[in-house]
């Protein structure tokens, strides 16, 4: 079964309002997950990095006020989408990973989310 | 600088026929490796990855994917495709703790 679940996995918006996507490791602690976005016929781009109870780390050029990250614990992180407008539509997909030195190696992605903004 | 490159954009085999899809990384440190494939709005599906160990790995659906140190590549291949291989594929490098980073992808198309 599926050891990263996102969710939703498509999710229809009207311009103006806030989306929020979760992502949780399903047998794992995450000690540190990933939030990437894909533009069509594009590859996946890292949005940011977030370790559990910290603030998330954004890649350059991406707007950490529109795109808020919180990784509450450690099989829970959310990325909402505030003030969604139409070129926010995107694939999102989070990967959940475990830490550099775990002995149990974890590293899986989400399903993803496709966002449409109306 | 962390990089990933795939420099076939598309590619167009035969059902049956082999396939070998490109990936060469640039990274700081010996990288865990990935291929991912996509199919049309779906999202990833994980194929292999390469850790550490035997540097010939065996993924699902008759993948494999050998990891060349002194190449800096880790190609994947099939011995005979399937039409229902046609999709997305995407060569990732990171380590645990890290960022993983995607290269820009390769389109698979399979002729019957």
């Known amino acids: 079964g599926a050891v990263v679940s996102q969710h939703p996995s498509w999710v229809i918006c009207k311009s103006g309002t806030s989306v929020k996507i979760e992502c949780r490791s399903l047998d794992f602690q995450a000690t540190t997950m990933f939030w990437y976005r894909q533009f069509p016929k594009q590859s996946l781009m890292l949005m940011a990095t977030s370790n559990e109870g910290s603030k998330a780390t954004y890649e350059q050029g991406v707007e950490k006020d529109k795109f808020l990250i919180n990784h509450a614990s450690l099989t829970l992180s959310t990325l909402t989408v505030t003030s969604a407008h139409p070129e926010d539509s995107s694939f999102y997909i989070c990967?959940?990973?475990?830490?550099?030195?775990?002995?149990?190696?974890?590293?899986?992605f989400g399903s993803g989310t496709q966002l449409s903004v109306l | 600088a962390q990089s990933v490159t795939q420099p076939d954009i598309h590619i167009t085999v035969s059902e049956g026929a082999s396939l070998e899809l490109r990936c060469n990384y640039s990274y700081g440190a010996t990288p865990y490796l990935f291929w991912y494939v996509q199919s049309p709005g779906q999202g990833l599906q994980l194929l292999l990855k390469y850790f550490s160990g035997d540097t010939l790995v065996q993924g699902i659906k008759g993948f494999e994917a050998e990891f060349k140190r002194s190449q800096s590549s880790f190609n994947l291949r099939k011995p005979s495709v399937h039409w229902s291989d046609a999709a997305e594929y995407f060569c990732a490098v990171g380590a645990l703790g890290d960022k993983v980073i995607f290269g820009p992808g390769t389109s698979l198309s399979v002729i019957p």
């Open positions: 990967s959940a990973q475990t830490g550099l030195h775990s002995t149990n190696e974890k590293l899986f």
